[in-house]
């Protein structure tokens, strides 16, 4: 079965510091690795869509990489702002449309 | 707007009773999710249907029941069977295909009382 791991638990930075989020996976027979963002008592806020010939996906100060082979994606956050505070997890999807969830990394970026 | 609704945004249940809480998107996706989350655990598949009239038990699947008679909409049962309900409750749909991205509502927290 799929197991996904997100390290570290819990980080807190200083605003404007950049900073990777961790994502691995065990099985490399993935179709896809997406990027959610959570705020307390919300739904999943889908941040990037890594599919599995892709190497890196960019969206704004967000760069995320995939590293099938090694079953390893990261999340990088340029120059953090307070607003950027949530929980950042990860999901790889394999056959069948059945999707894995990492429990989470959660973030406070300090003014 | 394009997404997925979930209704009620807080839901209360007494022991014993059964609750539906609802789930319906416009994005003419096949395939819709269930998944319940609670604290410091990921989110763990309850059900889920790759198109309608079928759906597929998950991993904690006992005390819940669910129904996909319209593409647009998949409910789900929260029984009396289900003996620690108190959670939140997510929702999300994709469409088929390899470049599937998964979509999701603002949840349901469901308590008992």
């Known amino acids: 079965k799929q197991e996904v791991t997100q390290i570290p638990a819990a980080l807190s930075v200083p605003e404007g510091e950049n900073l990777v989020l961790n994502c691995s996976f065990t099985?490399?027979?993935?179709?896809?690795l997406q990027w959610f963002r959570q705020d307390p008592g919300k739904g999943l806020t889908s941040l990037l869509l890594?599919?599995?010939?892709?190497r890196e996906q960019t969206s704004g100060r967000l760069n995320a990489s995939l590293d099938k082979s090694s079953g390893r994606s990261t999340l990088y956050i340029a120059a953090s702002q307070p607003g950027d505070s949530a929980t950042y997890l990860c999901a790889v999807l394999r056959t069948g449309n059945q999707f894995y969830f990492g429990t989470g990394t959660s973030l406070t970026v300090i003014p | 707007d394009g997404g997925i609704t979930q209704s009620p945004k807080y839901l209360f249940r007494k022991e014993g009773q059964n609750v539906t809480l609802s789930c319906e998107q416009n994005?003419?996706?096949?395939?819709m999710y269930w998944y319940r989350q609670d604290p410091g655990q990921g989110l763990r598949l309850i059900y889920y249907?790759?198109?309608?009239?079928?759906?597929q038990k998950g991993d904690i699947a006992e005390g819940y029941s669910v129904s996909r008679e319209k593409k647009e909409s998949f409910p789900l049962t929260v029984t009396s069977a289900q003996k620690n309900p108190t959670a939140f409750y997510l929702c999300?749909?994709?469409?088929?295909?390899?470049?599937?991205?998964?979509?999701f509502g603002q949840g349901t927290r469901l308590t008992v009382v």
């Open positions: 999300a749909s994709t469409s088929r295909g390899s470049d599937t991205e998964a979509f």
């Open positions: 890594i599919q599995s010939s892709q």
């Open positions: 249907s790759q198109i309608v009239n079928d759906f």
């Open positions: 994005l003419n996706h096949d395939a």
């Open positions: 099985d490399s027979a993935i179709y896809n």
